[in-house]
């Protein structure tokens, strides 16, 4: 009999996705999202449901008290490059003081496994592509920074220092760019403010926006727009379920880029929508975006190797379809 997961941000576009997840997989799922920007509908249907602030450490050792869980992930936070920069001290607050806050309440209850949604955006603008785990970690915004923060905090949470329990083990997963939804519409991105590529040529594509802008023409690469490495949602799901698999059988902690290894152009990103949703959309060329690394591919090897994971939906059309048509709902 498994113990029951806590989800912090379970309501959120990849919380939730991940709590569906655990759930398809027979695991007992407790949610805990404060709705700033997660929706209640998005929480499975069997999954315990707690509306509050995941950094009130009061509450979430009282959670896991209460459920007896014995693995939790995090996906709570700020998650928007840009904003990050117009207002850099709330995510801090958001990412690293309530992320240490929740950290810390369960290293009191005596957490084993930890997994936390962390970011390509560790890595800043690497010196080569594929990028690798092991490259070197120079964020060049907050939300980068606050997110390698916690990640920090987290590997010595798990270290075996006089402070720390020592029987906490972790899984950091780096995601590149998350992009679909789920195949039974279950859940999919919803965010009251779209800044992501996918999401908003599809806003633009079923009519929500008049068009979208391409920041910046003129980086080094082919076409001169920035490369991302897009990956579908209900992939990177389930590298979060096999990650905790891999926890729980006495896995050793581990940090592991979430990829495809390939990379798409803004504008390759915007043809294939244009083709998929079968019409052209209006889009304009603007400057570049502050915080914009020129590309960023991911060397997703340590994962496939290590969990056993491989790619289910690697098909750039598929994944705009099934947001094209979660957009539509
Ligand atoms: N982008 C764009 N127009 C938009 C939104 C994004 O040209 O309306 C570009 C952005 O500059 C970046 C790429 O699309 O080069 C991916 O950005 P997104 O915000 O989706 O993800 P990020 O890479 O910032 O996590």
Same mark, same amino acid.
């Given at each position: ?247 729980? +059988? !006495?896995?050793?902690?581990? *940090?592991?880029?979430? $990829?495809?290894? @390939? &990379?798409?152009?803004?504008?390759? #990103?915007? /043809?294939?929508?244009?083709?998929? +949703? !079968?019409?052209?959309?209006? *889009?304009?060329?603007? $400057?570049?975006? @502050? &915080?914009?690394?020129?590309?960023? #591919?991911? /060397? ?30």
């Amino acid at each position: 009999m498994t113990s029951p997961i806590l989800v912090a941000g379970g309501a959120g576009y990849i919380g939730s996705h991940v709590a569906l997840a655990l759930a398809d997989a027979g695991r007992k799922v407790v949610v805990l999202d404060d709705l700033s920007t997660g929706r209640r509908d998005l929480v499975p249907a069997g999954a315990v449901f707690v509306q509050g602030d995941v950094g009130d450490a009061g509450l979430v050792r009282r959670i896991l008290a209460e459920h007896g869980c014995d693995g939790v992930m995090m996906f709570a936070g700020s998650i928007i490059v840009s904003e990050s920069f117009q207002a850099p001290l709330p995510y801090w607050r958001n990412n690293v003081g309530a992320g240490f806050a929740f950290l810390d309440a369960c290293v009191a209850a005596g957490i084993r496994h930890f997994v936390y949604s962390s970011t390509a955006a560790v890595y800043g603008e690497p010196d080569r592509l594929p990028v690798p785990e092991g490259a070197a970690l120079r964020p060049i915004s907050p939300y980068g920074r606050s997110k390698l923060a916690l990640e920090w905090a987290l590997a010595d949470a798990c270290s075996t220092g006089a402070c720390s329990t020592g029987t906490m083990r972790f899984a950091a997963l780096r995601y590149f760019n998350v992009a679909g939804a789920d195949a039974a519409m279950r859940s999919g991105q919803v965010s009251p403010v779209a800044t992501h590529l996918i999401k908003i040529a599809v806003e633009a594509a079923t009519g929500k926006r008049p068009g979208l802008a391409i920041y910046g023409d003129d980086y080094p690469t082919p076409d001169g727009t920035c490369i991302r490495d897009y990956i579908h949602v209900s992939d990177l799901a389930e590298a979060h379920v096999r990650a905790l698999g891999h926890l729980e +059988a !006495g896995g050793d902690s581990l *940090i592991a880029n979430c $990829g495809y290894g @390939r &990379g798409y152009s803004v504008r390759d #990103v915007l /043809d294939a929508v244009e083709h998929v +949703a !079968g019409k052209r959309l209006d *889009i304009r060329t603007e $400057g570049r975006r @502050r &915080g914009d690394p020129p590309a960023l #591919v991911a /060397d997703s090897s340590l994962l496939k190797r290590v969990l056993g994971w491989s790619p289910r939906h690697d098909d750039l059309d598929l994944m705009i379809r099934s947001a094209l048509d979660w957009e539509a709902r």
